[in-house]
């Protein structure tokens, strides 16, 4: 009997709100998925959907309490069986929380609650045990900094290298990551690159301590075609080559067939829909699903008109009951139980889920 796979990284009951003058407005819903070993998850929607706010509510990048509460678990497991993480001394003012490894009877290493973590245990995971590529490198690079020497700094805060070393090495992942002449590039800043050569030079950046989970938020926004399926092939060579995981997020249905194994959709704060990419895209259960695949255009389609989903995303504000398609549904519109009592996600025997009344 073959030995069950464990998640490295499992999140359930995520949910984040966010404080709008006197409100408090819930952007994730009690959002659950599971990335194993060496495979992709891709997380697929519209924008506005709540798939970045999942993933930095995962790396901890959002405001503090005052603006923003995060509930539910974030649980990253180790992929080598270590822990490899000591437990911080809890800090006397309540700014950072505990974090142990182990059980309470020291009975051996358990998975981190990335949700639980203060930030001073936050800042030993994050870029060494998982790592995330942001959607707009020019943003997110430090404009006063070279790009060789931000790759370094990241390498310096992990690891043991320091100086020189540290530099041939974010010279090496400039070439790993296919920067023509590296060693010059190095001394480059953000500006003076293309958005594809800032791009890798985010990957370089993330893949620097070879991270067991890396996050792609939108690693292609902004790309040409060509500079895109550069991108996602070096992300897929990476990927194999390291044995790490990725939690790939993308508005762009037609991507997800290229890179990922799975796929969970999701639609105004929740997932509607989770299961094997090559069946869910052959036969989507939720109508969303099925409007973002008909939305996708067809080669050889002639001279038709391309297919849209009427409306759009629910802002916060509306907060609507039921089913949150339903008002773009034309499949349940105007149901009484699509507009009043809320979907839960259903297993059915293609080992796929979705949350809908009438799947």
Known sequence: MSPVVQPILQVSELSV???????????????????????????????????????????????????????????????????????????????????????????????????????QALRRIRGRRIAMIFQEPLTSLNPLMTVGRQIAEAIETHTEMRGAAAWERAVSLMERVGIVDAARRASDYPHRLSGGMRQRIMIAMALACDPDVLIADEPTTALDVTVQKQILELLKTLQREQGMSMLLITHDISLVAEVADEVAVMYGGRIVETGDVRTTLAKPIHPYTQALLACVPKMGGGKGRLTVISGTVPPLVENPTGCRFEPRCERGAGDVQCRTQTPVLQGFASAQSAACWKA
Not at 23 to 45: C, E, H, I, M, Q
Not at 101 to 115: N, R
């Open 17 to 119: 709100s966010f404080r709008v003058e006197d409100r408090w407005l819930r952007a994730v819903d009690n959002v659950a998925f599971s990335l194993y070993p060496g495979r992709t998850l891709a997380l697929v929607g519209e924008s506005g959907s709540g798939k970045s706010v999942t993933s930095m509510a995962v790396m901890g990048l959002l405001p503090g309490a005052k603006q923003c509460r995060v509930a539910g678990k974030a649980l990253l497991a180790d992929a080598s069986g270590r822990s490899g993480i000591q437990a911080p001394v809890a800090s006397t003012s309540g700014s950072d929380k505990p974090l142990s490894p182990f059980g309470p009877h020291g009975g051996g290493p358990l998975p981190v609650d990335l949700l639980a973590c203060g930030e």
